[in-house]
């Protein structure tokens, strides 16, 4: 193996001139475990320069020890030496949780309402009613009853729709936008709330649309918390890409380039 990793890089994200021992590599391998070894050296190493106060620390320290029951300095002496950290180390680990918090909002806090307004369409919510058949006719008789007054959407949406949605009476949502397909996320953003839609086709269905409420998404303390992490997780996707072929293997990540089809 010629994974590049350091004793070091694992517990504080600091370069070492000692490798890992090959019985180490082994070991980690047996069990599956270089992956886990590979994303925490490169988050190790990511956050490194962060830094946090001594208020912090200490208050990280306080609920590792409730947690572990470490009670006395010699409890805690013992905990050290048991798992071979000094206490430097052992700051580190408790307080990794928050510098990667802080990581990340070093790195892109500064860009969230420009990424939210950018992508908020994505983020809006919808509730809709839908139902969906496979016969046009039908589809086509159906908007007539409920244009009509004859019958109410929910009463065919229970009765004729295809979907799972004939279990609550057609009523979809609230769901984002972002999750819906392009097309049929255009048909919502265009329709009028509470106006029935003339039967479309999509797919291998006919869909009859009724738009209930749009909610709009805010940038909250909880939106802030997600796109701090999407950026997090795409910024991660990026330094796997880095990795050398050996390590893309362990992480699962196919490093063969797309098959081109001959031409018939």
Same mark, same amino acid.
């Given at each position: 193996m010629t994974i590049a990793l350091q004793i070091g890089d694992v517990y504080d994200g600091r370069s070492s001139s000692? !490798?890992? !021992?090959?019985?180490?590599?082994?070991?980690?391998? #047996?069990?599956? &475990?270089? !992956?886990? *070894? *590979?994303?925490?050296?490169?988050?190790?190493?990511?956050?490194? !320069?962060?830094?946090?106060?001594?208020?912090?620390? #200490? +208050?990280? &320290?306080?609920?590792?020890?409730?947690?572990? $029951? &470490?009670?006395?300095? @010699?409890?805690?002496? $013992?905990?050290?030496?048991?798992?071979? %950290?000094? @206490?430097? @180390? %052992?700051?580190?680990?408790?307080?990794?949780?928050?510098?990667?918090?802080?990581?990340? @909002?070093?790195?892109?806090? +500064?860009?969230?309402?420009?990424?939210? *307004?950018?992508?908020?369409? +994505?983020? $809006?919510?919808?509730?809709? #009613? *839908?139902?969906?058949?496979?016969?046009?006719?039908?589809?086509?008789?159906?908007?007539?009853?409920i244009t009509e007054g004859e019958q109410s959407f929910a009463e065919l949406a229970h009765e004729y729709s295809q979907g799972p949605e004939a279990d609550t009476n057609g009523i979809i949502g609230p769901v984002e936008l972002g999750t819906i397909t392009p097309n049929f996320a255009q048909l919502l953003c265009t329709s009028q709330v509470g106006i029935v839609q003339a039967p479309v086709t999509f797919g291998e269905s006919w869909v009859i649309v009724r738009v209930e409420k749009f909610i709009s998404a805010q940038l909250d303390d909880f939106m802030r918390q997600r796109l701090l992490q999407e950026n997090f997780e795409a910024w991660f996707k990026q330094q796997l890409n880095q990795l050398s072929p050996e390590e893309k293997i362990w992480m699962g990540i196919n490093t063969k380039p797309a098959q081109v089809q001959e031409a018939a």
């Open positions: 000692t !490798p890992l !021992p090959t019985e180490i590599i082994s070991f980690l391998a #047996s069990y599956n &475990l270089i !992956p886990q *070894l *590979l994303s925490q050296t490169i988050i190790e190493s990511a956050i490194a !320069p962060i830094t946090c106060t001594q208020a912090e620390t #200490s +208050h990280a &320290l306080e609920q590792f020890y409730q947690q572990w $029951d &470490l009670t006395t300095k @010699q409890k805690i002496q $013992d905990w050290c030496l048991r798992y071979g %950290l000094t @206490q430097e @180390q %052992l700051e580190l680990f408790v307080t990794r949780k928050l510098r990667v918090e802080k990581f990340k @909002q070093v790195t892109w806090g +500064h860009q969230l309402e420009s990424y939210f *307004l950018k992508y908020k369409r +994505h983020f $809006d919510k919808v509730i809709y #009613s *839908l139902i969906r058949i496979e016969n046009r006719g039908t589809a086509n008789e159906l908007f007539f009853r």
